[in-house]
């Protein structure tokens, strides 16, 4: 196991405070993502990382709304708005509002043992 999966593993362990982007809801959405990326992401949402973080968001939402062009898509216009709403306050509302979305709609998305990244 590397060291990327480690610290991953030890903040869904539930240290407070070092959940990824700050958000129990969100951690556990990163959680269920396979390994490799689930650790790009958590690595991307750490405060550390925010000159990355940035313009990555950017170069997705600039990405989505070209998704007419070969390569890109529509897939990336969420992605970058979730990654500039860990710095841009209003997005980070409208971030909550989804998440409140998901816990109605689709709870199991959330439950732990939905989790594809569970060794034990």
Same mark, same amino acid.
């Given at each position: 196991?590397?060291? =990327?999966?480690?610290? +991953?593993? *030890?903040? *869904?362990?539930? /240290?407070?405070?070092?959940?990824?982007?700050?958000?129990?809801?969100? %951690?556990?959405?990163?959680? +269920?993502?396979?390994? $490799?990326? #689930? %650790?790009?992401?958590?690595?991307? &949402?750490?405060?550390?990382? +925010? @000159?990355? $973080?940035?313009?990555? #968001? =950017?170069?997705?939402?600039?990405? #989505?709304?070209?998704?007419?062009?070969?390569? &890109? #898509?529509? @897939?990336?216009?969420?992605?970058? &708005? =979730?990654?500039? /709403?860990? %710095?841009?306050?209003?997005? +980070?509302?409208? $971030?909550?509002?989804?998440? %409140?979305?998901?816990?109605? $709609?689709?709870?199991?998305?959330?439950?732990?043992?939905?989790?594809?990244?569970?060794?034990?």
């Amino acid at each position: 196991m590397s060291a =990327a999966s480690d610290e +991953r593993t *030890t903040r *869904t362990g539930g /240290a407070a405070g070092q959940l990824a982007g700050g958000d129990p809801r969100l %951690d556990k959405l990163v959680h +269920r993502l396979p390994t $490799r990326m #689930g %650790d790009t992401v958590t690595y991307l &949402l750490k405060p550390s990382s +925010r @000159w990355v $973080r940035i313009p990555s #968001g =950017a170069l997705l939402v600039v990405g #989505g709304v070209l998704s007419f062009l070969p390569v &890109l #898509g529509v @897939w990336m216009l969420p992605l970058g &708005l =979730a990654l500039l /709403a860990e %710095d841009v306050p209003a997005l +980070r509302s409208s $971030r909550s509002k989804v998440f %409140d979305w998901i816990e109605r $709609r689709k709870p199991h998305w959330l439950e732990p043992s939905a989790s594809k990244n569970d060794q034990s």
